[in-house]
């Protein structure tokens, strides 16, 4: 790679030719204020608060837009620079109602910081006193136009980054506001619940309501760690203080989604108002009753030792990497069971692995949706799709259901008219095929016919079920065969039908889950498992990409791990299948 030779306030850098001034001197670890800009947005150099001076410039350059040329000289923090950032700075805050003892982000908030920088101690110029409406109708978020100083933050974030296009500018001047949709109440607008506008906003102008006044950012610990509501794995922050979750952030950082996050990864997850289990229960004389560990385990651990092939084990795919690899070996390979199924349907291998990522969709010029909703069940990947389209891409969306991409397609075929999808796949030059549960055997077999030309992308239910696929969990189940049944269903809320039904009513039936339910009230041994906040582990995505959890809160209660709840299982039957998470992780790489 080319390099060009700048000098940035008397210090030597080298940057890649094309880089901006801003980004040269992050390289050299020089500090330049910004507020419009931000890592994961294009520059727009509408803030002026990084402006620089050039040497052979006649007016002040915005660092974040201005590229570096060989030999170029530059000074952040010349007498010229500073006034001219104070005079912005001081505009800023005449502009609206910044009041900071009042606002909800005082000692978050970037224009605040900036103030303090450059020694703002008092009102330059009068504030403005008209009132700016404030709109509470969205579920979880606050826009306070008061506090708005217009860097677009959130409408850019809005376009380039979740491609929905809800946020936009109206009115003129001084009266400009953000607005959904042109002036529709947010909570009624097309806004799809991301928060990504929240987390990119420098003030207090969108604010988190569930965590509003909760502390400051320095006061906060994150927890970086992987989703696991899709089988997606998008990097995430849990935010936490005082051993409680506050909010999730996306990770700016993350390779995998770069910060992007949708309602049932951010937003869900803190709203879940189902009741927890916090201590094992046994059933006595008909009745549940708690029970320490030890006791359930005992229990557990008799009635498995006596199934005599007779055990039979439904599993979620909503678990870890390490849970499934125990459920393998525990119950198929120790207690010789054949009759494991899953409470998720897979997709089917009709073209073996999956061959691209997720960073592939935003380089194909033609995208083939086929026997699957990922707007429904996996949102991030939607909204990867519709970047792609805003780039010059083509949808063709196959499937025979309603389909959440189907507006933004080019094209709706019936499953059955797949080979016109093919046809134009063939003369496309990037071409990617998603797909999911719902891709049918012919479908398959004719899309197999740009396998060679195409990437190949399955998009798995669930969240760790490429994982399930990977241990050989896919067999078939049936509950009528189970003298004792193991039920691992940990977070997922399922209906389970008429399960108990078709099971006998002298079968034995182990539940190991997270909340209460319809299926944990009927139960004779009910084993209390650790949430998605309160476990460690890893998942594999649907692409095969192995992705670290990591624990941010103490488990509610008395429970556990799901990892641990079957390795406990494991010692009383006394399998050795490691004292740790560590020594589970190192047998199953093995494996």
């Known amino acids: 790679?080319?390099?060009?030779?700048?000098?940035?306030?008397?210090?030597?850098?080298?940057?890649?030719?094309?880089?901006?001034?801003?980004?040269?001197?992050?390289?050299?670890?020089?500090?330049?204020?910004?507020?419009?800009?931000?890592?994961a947005l294009?520059?727009?150099?509408?803030?002026?608060?990084?402006?620089?001076?050039?040497?052979?410039?006649r007016v002040l350059q915005t660092a974040c837009t201005f590229?570096?040329?060989?030999?170029?000289?530059?000074?952040?923090e010349s007498p010229r620079v500073v006034a001219a950032r104070k005079l912005v700075i001081d505009l800023l805050f005449s502009e609206r109602n910044h009041y900071c003892p009042f606002c909800e982000m005082s000692g978050n908030c970037e224009l605040q910081a900036l103030g303090y920088r450059y020694g703002l101690d008092h009102w330059v110029y009068p504030t403005y006193t008209r009132a700016f409406p404030l709109d509470a109708s969205h579920k979880y978020l606050l826009m306070d136009h008061n506090r708005c100083v217009l860097c677009g933050r959130c409408m850019r974030g809005c376009s380039e980054i979740v491609a929905n296009h809800t946020l936009g500018l109206r009115q003129r001047g001084a009266r400009s506001m953000v607005s959904a949709d042109m002036g529709m109440p947010w909570g009624d607008s097309t806004c799809i619940v991301c928060g990504t506008c929240a987390q990119l906003c420098p003030t207090g102008t969108l604010t988190d309501k569930r965590s509003a006044y909760a502390g400051r950012n320095i006061q906060m610990q994150y927890i970086e760690t992987a989703c696991s509501q899709c089988s997606i794995g998008c990097g995430m922050k849990i935010?936490?203080?005082?051993?409680?979750?506050?909010?999730?952030?996306?990770?700016?950082?993350?390779?995998?989604?770069?910060?992007?996050?949708?309602?049932?990864?951010?937003?869900?997850?803190?709203?879940?108002?189902?009741e927890r289990l916090r201590t094992p229960l046994l059933k006595r004389k008909g009745r549940q009753e708690p029970a320490s560990w030890e006791e359930a385990l005992q229990v557990v651990g008799e009635r498995l030792s006596g199934t005599d092939g007779n055990l039979g084990v439904l599993a979620t795919t909503n678990a870890t990497n390490e849970a499934l690899f125990m459920v393998g070996s525990l119950f198929r390979d120790h207690l010789q069971s054949k009759n494991i199924g899953l409470l998720n349907d897979l997709c089917p291998e009709w073209f073996g692995k999956p061959t691209g990522t997720f960073g592939d969709l935003l380089k194909s010029d033609l995208i083939v949706l086929a026997g699957a909703d990922p707007a429904k069940d996996q949102p991030v990947a939607s909204f990867l799709v519709k970047r792609s389209i805003d780039s010059g891409g083509r949808l063709i969306v196959v499937d025979g259901e309603e389909n959440g991409l189907a507006p933004f397609a080019f094209l709706r075929l019936g499953i059955n008219e797949i080979g016109q999808a093919v046809e134009i796949a063939e003369r496309a030059e990037n071409p990617v095929i998603l797909y999911g549960a719902g891709l049918t055997k012919r479908a398959a077999e004719s899309l197999k016919q740009v396998q060679g030309k195409a990437l190949f992308i399955a998009l798995e239910q669930g969240y760790n079920t490429r994982a399930a696929k990977d241990y050989g969990l896919k067999g078939s189940f049936s509950p009528s065969a189970a003298k004792v049944l193991y039920l691992l269903l940990g977070e997922q809320s399922w209906d389970s039908g008429d399960l108990f039904a078709q099971v006998g009513k002298e079968t034995f039936v182990i539940v190991q889950s997270s909340f209460v339910s319809p299926l944990t009230r009927q139960a004779d041994v009910v084993l209390p498992m650790a949430i998605w906040s309160e476990r460690a582990g890893s998942l594999t995505n649907t692409v095969g990409a192995v992705l670290t959890t990591n624990r941010a809160i103490d488990p509610t209660g008395e429970s556990k791990a799901d990892w641990e709840i079957l390795r406990l299982i494991a010692d009383k039957l006394g399998i050795n299948m490691g004292s740790s998470l560590s020594e589970s992780t190192a047998r199953e790489t093995r494996k």
């Not at 590229?67 to 952040?76: A, C, K, L």
């Not at 909010?247 to 879940?272: H, K, T």
Request: aromatic share 4%.
């Open 1 to 39: 790679m080319e390099m060009a030779k700048i000098t940035i306030n008397g210090q030597a850098i080298s940057a890649p030719f094309g880089s901006t001034i801003l980004q040269a001197a992050l390289q050299g670890k020089i500090d330049i204020p910004t507020l419009c800009n931000h890592p």
């Open 42 to 57: 294009r520059p727009a150099g509408s803030c002026r608060i990084c402006v620089v001076e050039v040497k052979g410039q």
């Open 67 to 76: 590229p570096i040329t060989d030999g170029m000289e530059v000074q952040t």
């Open 239 to 274: 935010v936490t203080r005082n051993g409680a979750v506050q909010r999730i952030e996306g990770n700016w950082g993350a390779a995998l989604n770069g910060g992007l996050l949708c309602q049932r990864g951010r937003f869900a997850p803190l709203f879940d108002r189902r």
